[in-house]
């Protein structure tokens, strides 16, 4: 069993630059592709970006691709998204995810194995 646990979110006004963290823990989440997600009321989760066991490989939506950039430190179990020139349409719930293949993280709907409780993100114009 992972358990997963975000931080790292808050407010911040438009253009500006947050961290998130995703901790894992109970078990190593090294063999496992890595994802975040998010969602807003109303709206089904939709996927932001994910990354290969190694780090290798990295995939992000359009609406990301550019400004956001995923990371992982396997030694620390923990996964990063750098999230850089913020809109306030970016403002959600920030979920970390956890599965075998990262095509997993990428199909509709995402088959995840774990997800985080989640982290409020909230972009001021």
């Known amino acids: 069993q992972v358990q997963l646990v975000e931080s790292g979110g808050g407010l911040v006004q438009a253009g500006g630059s947050l961290r998130l963290s995703c901790a894992a823990s109970?078990?190593?989440?090294?063999?496992?592709?890595m994802g975040w997600f998010r969602q807003t009321p109303g709206k089904e989760r939709e996927f932001v970006a994910a990354?290969?066991?190694?780090?290798?490989?990295?995939s992000y939506s359009d609406s990301v691709q550019g400004r956001f950039t995923i990371s992982r430190d396997n030694a620390k179990n923990t996964v990063y998204l750098q999230m850089n020139s913020l809109k306030p349409e970016d403002t959600a719930i920030y979920y970390c995810?956890?599965?075998?293949?990262?095509?997993?993280?990428?199909?509709?709907?995402?088959?995840?194995?774990?997800w985080g409780q989640g982290t409020q993100v909230t972009v001021s114009s």
């Open positions: 995810a956890a599965a075998l293949i990262l095509n997993r993280l990428r199909s509709t709907p995402p088959r995840v194995d774990y």
């Open positions: 109970g078990r190593t989440i090294n063999a496992y592709s």
């Open positions: 990354i290969t066991w190694s780090g290798g490989t990295t």
